[in-house]
């Protein structure tokens, strides 16, 4: 009887993923020769040999079944690169898996966590309008509340409103973008002077000034980001183009010890109290997951710590001595602003040897663990390419250097051997 409520079971869990696979489409390099300008596409390229790809799957699905039973216009895909290698150039794919939208003939590329959040909401936000209008104050407030980050274009059109537009069409894979008018806003809200554009979140507001703050895009860039919080290695590799430096305190946040709420506490006061002081240069924050932290110092490091990361020049800098007070930790923050502590690291070619050394050991070793059979190929094939090399280069060589060869001189051992034979002739005339 249990056997058979096992079996009952079993075949109920297999039905079930069946059914959700169903809602993702296999496809192949004939996908971009069927127009498919009123289609939405959300799609994973992968490699059969990707552990990460294999854990996505499972995430995949889910999002499929998710979009499905929301009724959403988005259509889920997924392609082999290493069978449909004309598909993964077209999508100019450099590593796995990736994952990317396909919306009016515009690709939008993925850089988020591969979590079913993360996902579904790239799908929700690109698929919808580049901007959303919040007519009615309730509709503000509910975005205020899903939102931690808001952007908002207040006023009628205006130029502002066009170079709003289009940068949200470049950064609509990162955030949502609203419009609103004056009588929408939050009373606490009081901005004089329209068409403006402001963002809220930290539980305040601010306004972009073009003569302070200079490109609106690249102030967005800079600002979609909360004063304080946790950032995994998805987020650190995205605010490479805010052009700020990174602030960070690596913790262990599962297991936390006195120093990492410490530390963790200390850098947020850093980031709340002296917010004038220091939001134009840096983004705060914590790190739980220290494998990116790890691939750019290459080696490992010191749990809890503090560190200032340079993503644009792949940097670091350290504090000189050991942070106990928040005195300590803003001339840390100090002395990177006024260069008086080194940067570390750099992406010099010395240092992308280093780190090519570093990244190709682990990723092997990484191989080797999880799949010792793909290993020992991906090993042995550069090896035997080197052989079949110094193979043919001295089967090439070798009857080369006998052409060039001189010959042997004999005519001295001729001239010696006809010498020899007169003289045997005299002998044996003598002899008769």
Not at 292 to 305: D, F, H, N, T
Not at 339 to 348: A, S
Not at 395 to 421: F, I, M, N, W, Y
Request: charged share 20%; hydrophobic share 40%; proline share 4%.
């Amino acid at each position: 009887m249990v056997a058979g409520g096992h079996s009952v079971v079993l075949l109920a869990a297999v039905v079930s993923l069946a059914a959700v696979s169903a809602f993702v489409e296999e496809l192949d390099d004939t996908f971009m020769k069927t127009p498919r300008a009123e289609e939405m596409w959300l799609i994973q390229v992968y490699a059969p040999w990707c552990s990460f790809c294999r854990q996505l799957d499972p995430v995949w699905n889910t999002v499929a079944s998710e979009l499905r039973s929301l009724g959403s216009p988005v259509n889920m895909g997924k392609t082999d690169a290493t069978a449909n290698t004309g598909l993964a150039k077209e999508f100019q794919v450099r590593g796995y898996p990736a994952i990317l939208m396909l919306k009016n003939d515009v690709t939008y590329n993925y850089q988020g966590p591969r979590t079913k959040d993360g996902i579904t909401d790239f799908a929700n936000r690109v698929s919808g309008p580049v901007v959303r209008a919040l007519t009615s104050h309730q509709l503000f407030q509910h975005a205020m509340m899903r939102h931690q980050v808001l952007f908002v274009y207040i006023g009628a059109s205006s130029p502002l409103k066009v170079n709003y537009v289009a940068a949200a069409k470049e950064l609509i894979v990162h955030t949502y973008f609203f419009c609103a008018t004056r009588d929408v806003l939050p009373k606490a809200a009081t901005i004089s002077t329209l068409p403006a554009v402001a963002v809220f979140k930290d539980g305040t507001y601010f306004t972009y000034d073009e003569e302070q703050d200079g490109n609106l895009k690249a102030w967005i860039n800079r600002e979609r980001f909360l004063g304080f919080f946790k950032i995994d290695s998805y987020t650190l590799y995205a605010m490479g183009d805010s052009g700020k430096l990174v602030a960070l305190a690596l913790v262990d946040d599962r297991n936390p010890s006195e120093k990492s709420i410490w530390y963790k506490n200390l850098l947020e006061k850093a980031a709340t109290d002296y917010k004038e002081l220091y939001s134009r240069d840096f983004h705060f924050g914590y790190m739980e997951d220290r494998d990116y932290i790890e691939g750019l110092v290459m080696g490992e490091v010191a749990v809890p710590s503090l560190m200032v990361v340079n993503l644009s020049s792949d940097g670091y800098f350290l504090p000189p001595g050991s942070v106990e007070t928040e005195e300590d930790l803003l001339d840390f923050l100090n002395g990177v602003l006024d260069n008086r502590i080194e940067c570390q690291g750099g992406n010099g070619f010395t240092q992308r040897f280093r780190r090519f050394t570093y990244d190709t050991r682990n990723t092997l070793t990484s191989i080797f663990s999880q799949a010792p059979l793909l290993g020992c190929l991906l090993l042995s094939f550069p090896l035997a390419v080197l052989c079949l090399f110094c193979a043919m280069y001295y089967k090439l060589r070798v009857p080369d250097e006998l052409d060039h060869q001189e010959p042997p001189d004999t005519s001295r051992d001729r001239g010696a051997t006809s010498q020899g034979d007169q003289q045997k002739m005299v002998a044996d005339k003598k002899a008769d």
